[in-house]
């Protein structure tokens, strides 16, 4: 299990080299799936959600070679997997389905795994498919996908992420022409577009509400980098919203992460945008009404972290969580840490400016881990955080070396 050990201290100072992102990342190594040329990844972000998508592709058949930062991953011969297992760790396990689909006429996937962060379903990605052409069963807690594959109009009924990638990689082989309506503009959608067109992909509009996607016969080799972590850059800009200080990142693109900045500046924090990075600074100091949104609204992933900075400023704060349903758990334990939030249904109401206690808290999903890690840098006396999961390493590159390295006091201990 792993254990940390957080201490307020002085504020964060220096700098950081934000890592590349996970949500762009577990897509690109689905999208090897689609190739028996190889896809080289100059920098893959050393985290336990990559190495259980890897052994997933590679279950399917995929080769994967690690030297270093880089990954190179290649399938020149694909098989099912028996995913039972293998795809209860992470929720991107369900984008093999495109890629085998399309190349094999065959997937069979489990429901996948992840932070249980609300139901969840896939109806949407089953929805694209079988648009697409498959048929689909359910037999002994699999689902079965078969069928030639062929282009369709697909209006999503939300923006899901993972259904717009997911179908936007099985359409790639489809023959004929494919357009996703309705489909997510996350900058991980445009990622993962970069990546395939770099395969040989003709695909249009990634970063809209509109993705046309071209069949072709077959996609080969290139090499891709996947983008900067806004989710992790996020998680640092809140550290210093909430604990103060100044911090230089380095490899973001502020671009991607307006929303969050924009929040941040209004609740006092000062940032400033060079080329290839930001500076953070200041804690911030008035309350927020913060609701998530797909992209490019404020996104679900930084709502907990946000939390932590409005537990710290005087005043009222109101948060609505709009994309998923169970995403409050870190409240139970920022309330054991003495935070004032109140939760109906999908609001949150916190009552700020109060000090938060050390305590010992427990870890309920990914975000959250990295928020309860941000509460023990505000918090007086020693946090310890429980993460018997291992959820903060599923997303976070050794985030407590990151932490450590701005001057704060964050161990693991475990
Ligand atoms: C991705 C991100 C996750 C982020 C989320 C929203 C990855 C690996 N994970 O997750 O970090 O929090 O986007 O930005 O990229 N839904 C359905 N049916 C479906 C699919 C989704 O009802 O078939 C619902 C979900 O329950 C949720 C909403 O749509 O309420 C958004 O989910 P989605 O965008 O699909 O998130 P993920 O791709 O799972």
Redesign the pocket.
Known sequence: MAIFQVESGAPLMGEATVHPA??AA??VIAASLLTAGELVVPEMPDLT?VRAMCDLVAACGANVRREGAAMALSAPQLSPPDTAGLMRF???S??IMGPMLARLGYARITMPG?CA???????????GMSALGAQITTRQGFIELSGALHGAVIYL?????????NIMMAATLADGVTRIENA?K?P?VVDLAQCLTAMGAQIQGAGTGTVTIRGVYALHGATHQPIPDR?EAGTLCCAVAAAGGSILLRGTRPEQMRALLFKLQEAGTSVSEFPGGLRVRGKAKWPMEIRTL??PGF???MQAPMMVVACTTPGTSVFLET???NRFMHVPELTRMGACIRVEDRVAVIEGGYRLQGAEVRCPD??SGAALLLAGLTADGVTRVEDPAGHIDR?YVRLEETLSGLGASVKRIE
């Open positions: 996970k949500n577990l897509p959600d992470t929720r991107a369900a984008l992840g962060i609300g139901q969840r379903p896939i109806d949407l990605h089953l929805k009924d939300l923006p899901s992420v993972g259904a717009t990638e997510a996350e991980e989710i797909s992209y996104p679900t992933d994309i998923f349903e990914l975000r997303g």
